[in-house]
């Protein structure tokens, strides 16, 4: 019997559907394993010595028959919710998923180099000014990617974005506070939380995009997905696609960024919503590793240098002109034509 039907409404509603999915399956592969060696699970109560073993030994099985590592982690996660009195008596169970997170790959995502994703955001811009009925598409990821990266968002944060998560402050020290819906990390951080957003150059960009929207008009009109598509397709056209850039680069990007201009764990920890300074640690470690081992050859660097430069203008400033001279607000294909990008076809500066 899985866990979903034995958790009552109130037990679902605190856990996602997605993270009690994920949980359902890890619980059927623990019971799968006790099958197997004609184990129960019902003493688990009393004796917690022995669910310690035999979790032990479930994880140790599923690294020997190369069962996934999220499907031995949310078994064993699982079992602590299925038997409660199990919290902090399992230690060598997450002793041996410790030991065989070592063995795995970095899972952190490639970070977005600054450069790169001004150069890959002002492709998008071009993009816009010449395709029509595309057009409002490459307008929001222009105007997104710079958003999720200054803001340290993920990519389901920055696709739920609507115009009343918003509120400016276009003082002599511009900002934006975003508030996000439903985050990933709401279990310990709540169910509401906010960025504020402080890059001059997006902030005025983001209040030119939004102005005039009633509040909940989404900045993104389609899905997480549609969004790494349209991403994928553009660093395609770019000849950037072999870097291993992705929606989730933008957080790490942005991160990094932040480090490397000075900025503090405990200031970053606030802005990118971790739970402790440690994890973010672990994170900045990986993440400026993987930027340090990211390399353009010498052809892309021109490319981005060059078109970095001839947009300049286009990057501290908003279009002169209104959004809606630009794009049309209504739904688009999945798919366009895509025009060069080496005849970038940028406003002229004000």
Same mark, same amino acid.
């Given at each position: *019997? ?5 958790? $009552? ?9 997605? @993270?009690?999915?994920?949980? =359902? ?32 030994? @479930? ?48 899972? #952190? ?18 993009? +816009? ?12 990821? #222009? ?6 990266? #200054? ?6 944060? /920055? ?42 150059? $997006? ?17 993104? =009109? ?8 349209? /991403? ?23 991160? $990094? @960024? ?7 764990? +405990? ?12 994890? /973010?640690?672990? @994170?900045?470690?990986?993440? *400026? ?5 990211? #390399? ?17 203008? +286009?990057?501290?400033?908003? &279009? ?10 209504? &739904? ?14 940028? *406003?002229? &500066?004000?």
């Amino acid at each position: *019997m899985g866990l979903k039907a034995k958790a $009552t409404p109130l037990e679902r509603d605190r856990l996602s559907r997605t @993270y009690l999915l994920r949980l =359902s399956r890890g619980w059927q592969s623990v019971l799968r394993f006790l099958a197997l060696g004609g184990l129960s699970w019902a003493c688990w109560h009393s004796s917690p010595s022995l669910a310690e073993e035999q979790l032990a030994e @479930y994880v140790q099985h599923c690294f020997n028959t190369q069962i996934p590592f999220w499907l031995a982690k949310h078994g064993v996660l699982a079992a602590q919710l299925k038997v409660r009195s199990l919290r902090g008596k399992i230690r060598r169970a997450w002793d041996a998923l410790s030991s065989w997170r070592l063995t795995m790959p970095t899972g #952190h995502r490639v970070p977005f180099p600054i450069e790169i994703l001004n150069a890959v955001s002002l492709v998008a811009l071009e993009l +816009a000014l010449g395709a029509t009925s595309q057009s409002l598409r490459w307008l929001s990821l #222009h105007v997104l990617l710079r958003v999720g990266f #200054h803001a340290l968002l993920r990519p389901a944060e /920055l696709c739920n974005l609507r115009a009343g998560d918003l509120k400016f402050s276009l003082g002599r020290v511009p900002y934006v506070v975003l508030a996000v819906r439903n985050p990933k990390n709401r279990a310990f951080l709540g169910r509401m939380q906010f960025v504020i957003l402080k890059d001059q150059a $997006t902030v005025l960009l983001l209040h030119w995009f939004v102005k005039g929207l009633a509040p909940e008009v989404k900045l993104w =009109s389609g899905s997480v997905t549609t969004m790494r598509t349209t /991403l994928k397709e553009l660093l395609s056209l770019m000849g950037l696609s072999g870097l291993g850039l992705s929606l989730g680069s933008l957080r790490s990007g942005g991160t $990094t @960024y932040l480090y490397l201009s000075g900025s503090e764990i +405990a200031r970053l920890k606030y802005t990118g919503r971790w739970k402790s300074e440690a994890s /973010l640690g672990c @994170y900045i470690q990986e993440a *400026m590793a993987l930027l340090v081992w990211l #390399h353009l050859s010498e052809a892309q660097q021109l490319k981005v240098f060059t078109l970095c430069r001839a947009g300049l203008q +286009a990057l501290r400033f908003p &279009p002169p002109v209104p959004w809606t001279a630009i794009a049309a607000r209504r &739904p688009w294909r999945t798919r366009s034509r895509l025009c060069s990008w080496t005849s970038l076809k940028l *406003m002229q &500066p004000r």
